[in-house]
């Protein structure tokens, strides 16, 4: 045991400036006190960042989980993925169709089956067939936390949690209802571990923004490689990784913690939602810069 933990937490980069997200600040600061203590208690990192991920999903204050929006054809599909560092074991569902929480289905095929990741009808056998808990009625269930809002940000938005425990471990789990209207079948970053999703020994990140981009510099990984081959500290190689995607005209952010406890959030978007907290005293919820 270190005594030395980290958390971050994010609830999307979709935020727009012209909206106030008290709501959703009130609620990330409860959750991130509340992960704080479950790892200052010595919780494991992969424990935490599924709690809280799941937390996330079921607030339905953002584009994941009960928060999710249909896409074109009117149908919720939702995207998700965990992994663990220390194992490097990951696990990911995609197009996942009437499960309440796709994160803990995701942590499910990590654990349960020799697969990485499960997508559509494959993805919700197995969710039924372990006895994850499914939603009702989607008609009734999903309240769209972004809709009906303008601009192009506002229509995606993802939920993520990457935490570093105090046995040394870190972790990373992300979700989302991906774009707003996206085409059947559209599956983003989210579920991609290394795009959207990456933890090792070096750090654990969770990215959210315009998948395709995220995909095309393989986001979430890069931030560990940078650190391993071109010896960047976690924040310059988290704000690269997100100047990459800026630079190909994607938007989004990530959060990011290491082993030594730091943690970043860089973004290139009008926001993002996102509290960060560590044993050094850090804590912070914030939605804009
Ligand atoms: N990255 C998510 C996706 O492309 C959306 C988001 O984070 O806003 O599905």
């Given at each position: ?11 999307g980069a979709?935020?727009i400036?012209a ?17 704080a203590?479950m790892?200052?208690k010595g919780?494991?990192?992969l424990?935490?960042?599924v ?7 079921a607030s ?6 009960k928060?999710a929006a249909?896409?074109?054809?009117g ?7 965990v992994?663990?560092?220390a ?8 197009a996942?169709?009437?499960f309440?929480?796709?994160?803990r ?14 997508v ?5 056998r197995f969710?039924a067939e372990q006895?994850?808990?499914?939603v009702d009625?989607p ?6 936390a ?11 938005g993802t ?6 425990d105090?046995s040394?471990k ?11 209207g996206?085409?059947?079948g559209?599956?983003?970053?989210t579920?991609i571990i290394?795009?959207?999703?990456w ?5 654990a ?9 995220f995909?095309?510099v393989?986001a979430?990984a890069?931030?560990?490689a940078r650190?391993?081959?071109a010896?960047?500290t976690?924040e310059?190689?988290?704000a690269a990784v997100i ?12 959060i990011?913690?290491?082993?030594a ?5 860089p973004f290139?978007?009008q926001?993002?939602k996102?509290g960060?907290?560590?044993s050094r005293?850090l804590r ?6």
């Open positions: 045991m270190t005594g030395t933990w980290a958390i971050a937490l994010h609830g979709g935020a400036a909206r106030a997200y008290q709501q959703e600040e009130e609620h990330m600061a409860a959750l991130l006190d509340r992960g203590a790892l200052a919780m494991s990192a424990d935490v960042v709690a809280m991920a799941g937390a996330l999903e339905g204050l953002h584009v994941a989980g928060g249909p896409n074109a054809a149908v919720v599909e939702l995207d998700a993925s992994m663990d560092g194992t490097r074991m990951a696990g990911a569902v995609a996942l169709r009437g309440i929480s796709p994160v289905v995701a942590r499910g095929v990590m654990e349960n089956t020799p697969h990485v990741l499960l559509g009808e494959g993805a919700s969710a006895g994850f808990e499914r009625d008609k009734t269930y999903y309240v769209p972004a809709s009906g809002l303008p601009g192009p940000e506002s229509g995606s939920i993520g949690a990457v935490a570093l105090t040394g870190l972790a990373a789990a992300t979700s989302t209802g991906g774009l707003h996206k085409m059947p559209r599956v983003g970053d579920p290394g795009a959207g999703c933890a090792d020994q070096r750090a990140v969770s990215c959210t923004g315009l998948g395709e981009y995909m095309r393989n979430a890069d931030v560990s650190i391993a081959y010896g960047q976690l310059s190689a988290a100047e990459d995607v800026r630079g190909l005209g994607g938007y989004g952010g990530l990011a913690v290491d082993a406890g730091n943690v970043t959030s290139a978007s926001g993002m996102r960060l907290a560590n005293g912070e919820v914030k939605t804009f810069q």
